[in-house]
């Protein structure tokens, strides 16, 4: 029930760790006032002063570049002079004269804090360093000026020092009247010194310990859009197509093989660009995602909870309400008819698998409603496995649609493909041995859906480099691009004792869901699901460690679930490929059983979803034959079955008895009757002789 903020994960470190390895060189006091000042200045334009600027609060991503975080106290410029002013006076080490009186404030009291950092970047230590407490701390800075720079290092020039001592006057009124004024004093101190001896951006120096920059087989997202290289030209293509009017505009179907790369070009290109003001207004749009799973409709109302501006208790039946009710429960979710909203409906092919045809039809007649109609706010960009385009294209609404709003996710060209592989190492100060990038160009071209193979195995090679250095011998030790992930996954499999291994097959049967007409699928399972056994927990924790299976939450129920990190994993496995060969009709009829036990659970456990005759006996024998295969509500579904088959059962021979019992009665009765006859005959017959006597 409280607000918070998301923000980027910079692994650099601060300014504030960093002096603890001594003084900065002048190049790099430079590069960090021009980059904390650049976010001053943009922040003084929008009328916000920051008002606690110090080394804690500037961090370094990778690369070295600087951020300026914490805006928590920031105030805009009206407020400044009002009762707020006095919330929090700032640090004092690095508060100006006049935020510590609580005056008034404005940009010149940003310029004295940003003047203080410097001063420690170049001196190594705050100005009054030496004073005994906070009380002295706040005297001195009231009143005594600060050490001149030139005196306390030799190589520090004297106008740079001289625009530190005017940025840190303690009359507002002497101090440079802009953040600008202040980064361009500097730059005309500096001179040609600062940029001869900075490092060339196109080779960064490494900052702290190195996080690996490729995901392995994870799609890149928003967070990790800083890695994300190569699909450029697409993404160009995307944002023009998002500025027309037309339903092409309205909505995108990446299309493509598994493995090419769908979901990282949406959330990793599209969204960012879409963020940055690609598109007209773009910045301001709202964006949520979801995959169909299991119920479409309820991941859908788990997205749109998460943006609604005055979220309802419930949009389910409003969703499911006609064709039109994703469309009104998305204007429902917005404050007005101005706003936009961007639906990422990641891997659209669930939609056709686990689901009653009825559950697809009713949700894709909903789309096309959502984004054909002109006033719609609605910005679908979905991603779709072609060997699933022919089911869409069969549904009479959604066709039309499909077919104006696909967009091919084709294999990279070889530029870019040289980008994917190099430039996330390149950031990091990284390089490739000479002629190994060619090498695994070459290798990664000749491959079907290559990209999470390339992906893996870079973040393998990552973890194998020398030093800064990645090597060819390394990249053979891994078994190059067709081994390393294989490799990776059987060298688990080995170290798994007998119950262990059997643990990571009935896991990864559980994760897999068996094609028939089109290729296997990778499916979520909830942990519950699982077991808690130990050889369960050992096959989790080390696949989740390899990078091989990952780790979320339901939407909707935001239960813990589990799935293969990517398809590629059941083509390249040759391990996991036998298993599949060997228990496809196993996995199959575990697959339509989970199917029935949800329709059961989810429907109210009405006895019309129970299974009888042939379903059940096959239920039963699955029971019998591979529990370990089944959850505890398909068991529960199977015991609930069979009560209920026994009854019927019972019921019936009760009735037969009651028939038999009933037909007895009858047969007595009607010996009676025909005995009882045959006498009244034969009295009839003797009373006519009588009277013929």
């Not at 906070?134 to 020092?161: C, F, T, W």
Request: with cysteine; glycine share 8%.
């Amino acid at each position: 029930d409280s607000a918070y903020l998301v923000m980027r994960w910079l692994r650099g470190g601060t300014l504030e760790r960093r002096l603890d390895d001594g003084p900065l060189t002048l190049a790099e006091t430079q590069q960090v006032a021009r980059q904390v000042g650049g976010a001053l200045a943009a922040a003084h334009a929008h009328g916000v002063i920051h008002r606690d600027v110090r080394t804690a609060n500037i961090l370094f991503d990778e690369a070295g570049n600087a951020f300026l975080t914490d805006f928590g106290i920031a105030l805009e410029a009206a407020e400044t002079s009002g009762p707020e002013a006095a919330l929090s006076p700032g640090t004092p080490a690095y508060s100006s004269p006049e935020q510590i009186r609580q005056q008034p404030l404005g940009p010149a009291s940003d310029v004295f804090s940003l003047g203080v950092v410097l001063h420690e970047c170049l001196a190594g230590a705050l100005p009054f360093a030496d004073a005994a407490n906070a009380g002295e701390v706040i005297e001195r800075q009231l009143n005594e000026p600060y050490p001149s720079l030139s005196k306390l290092r030799n190589d520090v020039p004297g106008p740079m020092a001289d625009a530190i001592a005017r940025a840190t006057a303690k009359d507002p009124a002497e101090r440079f009247a802009s953040v600008s004024d202040f980064i361009a004093a500097l730059d005309a101190a500096a001179g040609p010194t600062a940029s001869a001896t900075e490092t060339p951006a196109s080779v960064p120096t490494p900052v702290g310990e190195l996080e690996n920059p490729y995901l392995g087989l994870l799609a890149f997202d928003d967070t990790s859009a800083d890695r994300f290289f190569g699909r450029e030209r697409l993404v160009s293509e995307l944002v023009a197509r998002l500025s027309g009017s037309g339903v092409a505009s309205r909505c995108v179907v990446l299309v493509g093989p598994s493995g090419s790369g769908k979901s990282s070009v949406a959330r990793a290109g599209l969204l960012p660009a879409l963020w940055d003001g690609a598109v007209p207004g773009s910045a301001d749009w709202y964006v949520t995602s979801m995959t169909p799973g299991d119920q479409p409709f309820e991941s859908l109302e788990a997205a749109l909870l998460r943006i609604a501006v005055n979220p309802p208790p419930t949009l389910l039946a409003q969703l499911s309400e006609g064709p039109r009710g994703i469309l009104r429960s998305v204007r429902r979710c917005l404050a007005d008819d101005e706003q936009r909203l961007v639906l990422v409906l990641d891997q659209f092919e669930e939609l056709f698998v686990g689901h009653s045809r009825q559950d697809a039809v009713e949700f894709l007649e909903a789309l096309a409603v959502a984004v054909t109609d002109p006033s719609s706010p609605l910005r679908l960009v979905a991603t779709l496995r072609a060997d699933y385009y022919g089911q869409p294209l069969a549904h009479p609404s959604f066709a039309p649609v499909l077919d104006a709003a696909t967009v091919n996710v084709t294999p990279l060209a070889g530029d870019e493909l040289e980008r994917a592989i190099v430039e996330p190492a390149r950031t990091l100060g990284v390089i490739y041995e000479p002629g190994l990038v060619a090498r695994i160009a070459a290798e990664t071209a000749g491959q079907p859906s290559p990209l999470p193979l390339l992906q893996y195995t870079l973040a393998e090679l990552f973890e194998r480099r020398d030093g800064t250095t990645l090597t060819i011998a390394a990249y053979d030790d891994i078994g190059g691009l067709t081994g390393a992930l294989a490799s990776r996954a059987e060298a688990i499999h080995a170290e798994a004792d007998h119950e262990q291994q059997e643990a990571i097959r009935r896991l990864f049967g559980r994760l897999i869901d068996p094609g028939e007409e089109t290729a296997d699928l990778r499916r979520r399972a909830r942990l519950a699901d699982l077991g808690e056994s130990t050889a369960m927990t050992w096959a989790l924790d080390s696949y989740g460690a390899a990078r091989l299976v990952t780790f979320d939450r339901d939407d909707a129920s935001r239960e813990p679930t589990v799935e293969v990190a990517h398809e590629a994993l059941l083509r390249e496995w040759p391990r996991l490929v036998r298993w599949l060969q060997t228990d496809r009709e196993l996995l199959r009829a575990v697959s339509r059983l989970n199917e029935s036990t949800t329709r059961w659970d989810e429907g109210g456990r009405r006895d019309e979803d129970l299974l009888r005759g042939g379903r059940l006996e096959r239920a039963t024998e699955l029971s019998a034959t591979a529990p370990a295969h089944l959850r505890a509500l398909d068991l529960e579904l199977i015991a609930a079955s069979a009560r209920a088959a026994q009854a019927e059962r019972e019921a019936q021979e009760q009735g037969q008895r009651r028939l038999r019992m009933l037909a007895g009665g009858l047969a007595a009765a009607l010996a009676i009757a025909l005995v009882a006859g045959g006498l009244a005959f034969v009295q009839l017959n003797r009373a006519d002789e009588e009277a013929q006597a």
